[in-house]
């Protein structure tokens, strides 16, 4: 259905979305919890980006995490174990008015989604994806998730995991995800910027936020904080200005040097890895695929194409 | 024997494909590839220079050809020029295991008496399938029946098992496939929205005849639902596993001592009839603490003739759900229809509880037994005389004992946890076994609610009082 069917009469301007508007439930986490921060940071987003209240979505599978959109006084939803992906992907598809947001954590996200992620990368439709990581299954009380360190000791690897974690970086880029970054929720005023590039991207965009998980696994981030005594490095983006220095910078159109970052050791670097405008869209692809049958056609109503296919099967 | 004594390894070069495996064992750097085409072969077989030989033998053991590189002392007789010849003429048979085509007969070995332990729900699972040999664990954490998992990845390696933390419940079931097909008692811990999500590879599994335990602590649904107990995929597991002629048997514990008892029958009925196995319990039932009993006896499971032997005699065991022409799936049908039918003549149970001179009949399994197991007591004190069936097997129904009982009731009541799956099943039994069923009442709840004991006599007693 086209979105101009849908929308309502012109109305007064309207006031700025305030934070107070778009604060729903109270957030059932821990104290402490890193997702605190992600959600703080994305009512600023939402505030920076002015959208219409009722034009947002905001979504999510299974896990702490993932009780986001509960707190998010938008329209919403909570889905099955790892498949909020191609459920957002349909709405982004369906109504394509609509700004997506999907939130979840790194066991919905790169195990029981991974395969969901790949292809919804390699579809490329216009939502943007917000990846919580805590490298461990909080709501189930500590087990191993797919970004759990070697070695890491939790309830269903009590002699230290051995399987080898997911890089989401490298799977990312891999996969054909057409924006990547990656930010840190002790670090909000990054984590607004990337959440805002994010969504101001034309197609399938991901942010991977480190979030320490206080409960089940803490102090997985430390050495990325610089308060106790990591170091939180930036990516600095090319400014294209001809200066020495920035043959330096990051390139994030160019895919060798985005993969050759995400190999970086851990904790690695934050910012944008990878942004590719060029690839047009899923919806922007239906969109041209519908208008040229319908051109084919020459417009034809429903009831006359009908009655045509059946004059055809008689 | 000295180094200089040792025979040194000779080659054969028409024999050698020169996959270059000896030059990777040889911890001397005695051989290297070879430069010229054999013209007896067309390969390239490797030259050896054994200066520095010390007869370690560790090129023979590498190569993969059976006379490809074999012991100087080994090439007597053999001079001359070379003939392509059967092998097995020039050197005998090879030597490969060879086993028999029945089963290894599981090993039974006594326990030592112990004092009864305070487990819960869970562990009593976990610790019944130990005890009938299962060492292969395969399951994606899910509230509320992780914990049985989370102790099985505590043990398993220590009894040389696995436990694999899936990527998910599909990845979970498909490796009970896997495991099940190479003949090895294999289960699984899970809750309900990971049943469904497993039900297309125990559909499989069934179609294949592949053994395998699935435990399910149901909890609320549909959907998301929460994690209280609910019985509600009792429809589930008695009529819709997956898709296709399905059926498994379905155990319903109702305490954390049948929890252990009942999983250990588990792994002997799914092997008894090659199909999987449900244990069914609820929320509370995973969660719960009892006494429970350790058994008498242990099992160290054989291997079924039909599994996966990974030997000559056994290459012909194919397993597959796959019967393409129509006629070979009809009787692949009707094979299964025998099985089901077996499982229903010979494996019903129940638990009946003062049922003998009962007039009011009580129906209920799992958490919600218990109580309906007090409210009965009362009512017998109220002067009702009332009984309690409990039915432990929920496919097949237990329609053989209830069948005798069913002249002296008066009523039925059943009891559960759910919006009437339980009676539904109840009601078809009824149906097919032709009784005509007296006046059935029932007692629900959902959402994770359970029946209460008062819920449960109060209806026991309501009726009663308009009758008399």
């Known amino acids: 259905m086209p979105a101009t069917d849908l929308a309502p009469a012109p109305e007064a301007p309207r006031a700025p979305l305030t934070k107070k508007a778009l604060t729903a439930d109270h957030p059932t986490w821990c104290p402490g919890c890193g997702d605190f921060a992600v959600l703080a940071s994305f009512y600023k987003v939402l505030e920076k980006l002015n959208y219409p209240q009722e034009k947002i979505v905001t979504f999510a599978g299974i896990g702490c995490s993932s009780r986001f959109p509960y707190f998010v006084n938008t329209h919403g939803g909570h889905y099955i174990h790892g498949r909020a992906l191609p459920f957002a992907a349909g709405i982004s598809l369906g109504r394509d008015d609509l700004h997506v947001f999907v939130f979840g954590g790194d066991g919905d996200g790169f195990s029981i989604g991974g395969n969901h992620l790949v292809h919804t990368a390699r579809k490329n439709p216009r939502l943007t994806y917000v990846i919580m990581d805590n490298s461990v299954y909080g709501l189930t009380k500590k087990q191993t998730s797919p970004t759990s360190p070697l070695g890491f000791k939790s309830k269903t690897d009590p002699w230290g995991a051995f399987d080898q974690p997911i890089n989401p970086m490298r799977t990312l880029i891999n996969s054909g995800a057409t924006f990547v970054a990656r930010s840190h929720a002790t670090q909000v005023n990054h984590m607004v910027e990337m959440m805002l590039r994010a969504s101001q991207h034309d197609g399938f965009s991901v942010v991977e936020i480190l979030s320490e998980c206080v409960e089940f696994y803490p102090g997985a981030f430390d050495n990325s904080i610089p308060r106790k005594g990591g170091s939180f490095q930036t990516i600095e983006l090319k400014k294209h200005d001809g200066t020495p220095e920035d043959e330096e910078r990051h390139d994030p159109t160019d895919e060798l040097a985005a993969f050759k970052l995400a190999l970086e050791p851990w904790p690695a670097r934050f910012g944008v890895y990878y942004e590719n405008k060029a690839r047009k869209t899923k919806n922007a692809l239906e969109q041209d695929l519908i208008a040229t049958t319908r051109e084919k056609t020459k417009h034809a109503t429903d009831l006359e194409l009908l009655s045509k296919t059946f004059a055809r099967m008689r | ?468």
């Open chain 2, 1 to 468: 024997m000295s180094a200089s004594v040792r025979p040194k390894p000779y080659l054969e070069p028409q024999y050698c494909k020169g996959c270059l495996r000896c030059i990777e064992a040889c911890p001397r750097d005695c051989i290297t590839p070879g430069s010229a085409i054999n013209p007896a072969t067309g390969l390239v077989p490797v030259e050896l220079h054994l200066e520095n030989c010390n007869g370690c033998t560790l090129c023979l053991q590498a190569c993969p050809e059976p006379y490809g590189l074999r012991l100087e002392t080994d090439r007597a007789g053999l001079e001359g020029e070379f003939v392509l010849e059967d092998p097995a003429k020039l050197f005998g048979e090879k030597c490969v295991p060879n086993h028999s085509e029945g089963d290894l007969p599981d090993d039974r070995r006594a326990l030592p008496d112990c004092e009864p332990l305070v487990l819960k729900g869970t562990y009593a699972t976990a610790i019944g399938a130990l005890l009938a040999g299962c060492r292969h664990v395969f399951g994606y954490p899910i509230t509320p029946s992780t914990e049985g998992a989370e102790l099985m990845a505590r043990i398993l390696p220590k009894l040389n098992g696995h436990f694999v933390h899936a990527v998910s419940e599909v990845a979970a079931v498909n490796m009970m496939y896997g495991a099940g097909g190479a003949g090895l008692p294999c289960m699984t811990f899970t809750s309900s929205p990971g049943f469904s999500l497993m039900l297309e590879g125990v559909s499989y599994m069934i179609g294949a005849e592949v053994p395998g335990v699935f435990v399910n602590m149901m909890r609320g649904g549909p959907g998301l639902g929460n994690i209280a107990p609910e019985q509600t995929d009792i429809k589930l597991a008695c009529r819709g596993l997956g898709h296709g002629n399905t059926h498994a048997i379905v155990l319903t514990p109702s305490t954390p001592q049948e929890m252990l008892d009942l999983a250990i029958d588990a792994f002997a009925l799914a092997f008894r009839y090659r199909n999987p196995v449900i244990l069914l319990g609820d929320g509370y039932l995973g969660q719960m603490t009892g006494k429970v009993r350790l058994p008498a006896s242990m099992i160290r499971p054989g291997l079924p003739a039909w599994a996966v032997w990974g030997d000559r005699a056994h290459r012909h065991n194919l397993i597959s759900s796959i019967a393409l022409a129509e006629a070979d799936l009809e009787d692949h049908n009707e094979h299964l229809n025998r099985k089901y039918a077996a499982i229903t003549a010979c494996e019903q149970r129940v638990d009946c509880y003062r049922c003998r001179d009962a007039e009011v009949l009580v129906v209920a399994c799992n958490t919600p037994a218990r109580m309906a197991k007090g409210a009965v007591e009362t009512a017998r004190e109220n002067g009702v005389k009332a009984g309690l069936f409990r039915p432990i097997t929920l496919w097949p129904f237990p329609i053989d004992a209830l069948a005798e009982i069913m002249p002296g009731v008066r009523r039925i009541v059943v009891v559960e946890a759910g919006p009437g799956q339980l009676e539904d099943e109840l009601r078809l039994a009824l149906s097919h076994a032709n009784i005509a069923p007296p006046p059935i009442d029932h007692v629900r709840r959902c959402g994770g609610n359970l029946p209460a004991q008062d819920e449960i006599l109060a209806t026991l007693l309501a009726r009663e009082e308009v009758l008399s």
